[in-house]
C-alpha cells in the first residue's frame, strides 16, 4: 500500500454525534483476527512476530474499551484504531508482496531474524515505527472518514495514547533480560531507556496537525511525511542495536 497523502477537496466538518458505544466493532475483530493468523504463521522468536503480539494485545485492549464504553465517541475510536493498524498491516503485505515498506518499517523486518537483537528491541522498533510514522498518518485518514478536524479526535487519541503508554511499561518489565544477563542488560537499559512512548505520541499529533494543515499542498505534505518516516527508521535502526 502507498504509503502517500492524497489530498481530498476542501469542506466543512459535519457535527460529531456522542453515540451510545456499541459491542466491539466487526472492523476491529476482523483486526484482531487478521494479526492472530499473522503471528501463528511465524516463529515466536521472529522480530516481527514479537511486535505482533504486543499489537495484537493493544488492539484487543482497545475493543474492549470501545465495548465497554470507555472512550466518548466510540465510533471515531474504532476509526482511528482501524485505520491505525491498517497502516502496521499493509507494511506487512508490502513485504508479502516482495516490496519495500516504508523506511520507519524496514529495520524491523530487515533485522527481525538477527540473533543478537533482543525482543525487548523488537518490540520498541515495532512501536517506535508505528507510533512515530504511522499513528500521525492515521489521525488524517481518521478525520478524512469522520469528516472532522484532528481536535475533534482528541480525546480518542488520548484515551488510546495511554492504554499504549501502560502497555510500552508492561513491554518493558516482561522482555528485558534477566539479572543473568545483566552484562548485556546494561547497554540495552540505556538504549531502550533513551526512546519514550510518551514523547513519540506528542510529536505524532503535532505530526498530524501539520499534515492536516497542509493537506491542500500534497507535494509539501508528502515532502514532510518523507522526511518524518527517514528520521523515524533511522531511529528503529538504533533501537536494533545487536547486542552480540
Same mark, same amino acid.
Given at each position: 500500500?502507498?504509503?502517500?497523502?492524497?489530498?481530498?477537496?476542501?469542506?466543512?466538518? *459535519?457535527?460529531r454525534q456522542n453515540n451510545t458505544a456499541p459491542?466491539?466493532?466487526?472492523? +476491529? $475483530?476482523?483486526?484482531?483476527? @487478521?494479526? %492472530?493468523?499473522?503471528?501463528?504463521?511465524?516463529?515466536?522468536?521472529?522480530?516481527?512476530?514479537?511486535?505482533?503480539?504486543?499489537?495484537?494485545?493493544?488492539?484487543? &485492549? !482497545?475493543?474492549?474499551?470501545?465495548? =465497554?464504553?470507555?472512550?466518548?465517541?466510540? /465510533?471515531?475510536? =474504532?476509526?482511528?484504531? +482501524?485505520?491505525?493498524?491498517? %497502516?502496521?498491516?499493509?507494511? !506487512?503485505?508490502?513485504?508479502?508482496?516482495?516490496?519495500?515498506? =516504508?523506511?520507519?518499517?524496514?529495520?524491523?523486518?530487515?533485522?527481525?531474524?538477527?540473533?543478537?537483537?533482543?525482543? !525487548?528491541?523488537?518490540?520498541?522498533?515495532?512501536?517506535?515505527?508505528?507510533? $512515530?510514522?504511522?499513528? *500521525?498518518?492515521? #489521525? +488524517?485518514? *481518521?478525520? @478524512?472518514?469522520?469528516?472532522?478536524?484532528?481536535?475533534?479526535? &482528541?480525546?480518542?487519541f488520548d484515551r488510546v495514547g495511554d492504554l499504549?503508554?501502560?502497555?510500552?511499561?508492561?513491554?518493558? &518489565?516482561?522482555?528485558?533480560?534477566?539479572?543473568?544477563?545483566?552484562? +548485556? =542488560?546494561?547497554?540495552?537499559?540505556?538504549? #531502550?531507556?533513551?526512546?519514550?512512548?510518551?514523547? *513519540? @505520541?506528542q510529536a505524532a499529533w503535532s505530526a498530524a496537525? #501539520?499534515?492536516? $494543515?497542509?493537506?491542500?499542498?500534497?507535494?509539501?505534505? &508528502?515532502?514532510?511525511?518523507? %522526511?518524518?518516516?527517514?528520521?523515524?527508521?533511522?531511529?528503529?535502526?538504533?533501537?536494533?542495536? /545487536?547486542?552480540?
Amino acid at each position: 500500500m502507498a504509503q502517500t497523502l492524497h489530498s481530498p477537496g476542501a469542506h466543512t466538518p *459535519a457535527p460529531r454525534q456522542n453515540n451510545t458505544a456499541p459491542a466491539v466493532p466487526a472492523d +476491529v $475483530g476482523t483486526l484482531v483476527a @487478521r494479526m %492472530r493468523a499473522l503471528g501463528a504463521s511465524w516463529p515466536p522468536d521472529d522480530g516481527v512476530a514479537v511486535f505482533n503480539r504486543v499489537y495484537l494485545t493493544v488492539t484487543e &485492549e !482497545v475493543g474492549q474499551h470501545i465495548g =465497554a464504553g470507555v472512550f466518548p465517541d466510540a /465510533p471515531a475510536a =474504532a476509526t482511528l484504531d +482501524v485505520r491505525f493498524a491498517e %497502516r502496521y498491516l499493509a507494511a !506487512v503485505d508490502t513485504v508479502v508482496d516482495g516490496q519495500r515498506p =516504508a523506511a520507519c518499517w524496514r529495520p524491523l523486518f530487515q533485522h527481525r531474524r538477527h540473533p543478537g537483537v533482543r525482543p !525487548v528491541q523488537f518490540a520498541l522498533a515495532g512501536i517506535n515505527a508505528h507510533i $512515530g510514522h504511522d499513528l *500521525a498518518l492515521a #489521525v +488524517v485518514d *481518521a478525520c @478524512r472518514t469522520l469528516d472532522c478536524q484532528p481536535a475533534d479526535l &482528541e480525546d480518542e487519541f488520548d484515551r488510546v495514547g495511554d492504554l499504549l503508554v501502560a502497555l510500552e511499561e508492561r513491554v518493558r &518489565e516482561d522482555l528485558m533480560p534477566g539479572p543473568d544477563l545483566l552484562e +548485556v =542488560a546494561d547497554p540495552l537499559t540505556h538504549l #531502550v531507556g533513551s526512546w519514550s512512548l510518551e514523547r *513519540a @505520541r506528542q510529536a505524532a499529533w503535532s505530526a498530524a496537525r #501539520v499534515l492536516w $494543515g497542509l493537506r491542500e499542498l500534497p507535494e509539501l505534505a &508528502e515532502e514532510f511525511r518523507v %522526511r518524518m518516516d527517514d528520521g523515524v527508521g533511522l531511529v528503529g535502526r538504533c533501537l536494533l542495536t /545487536p547486542w552480540r
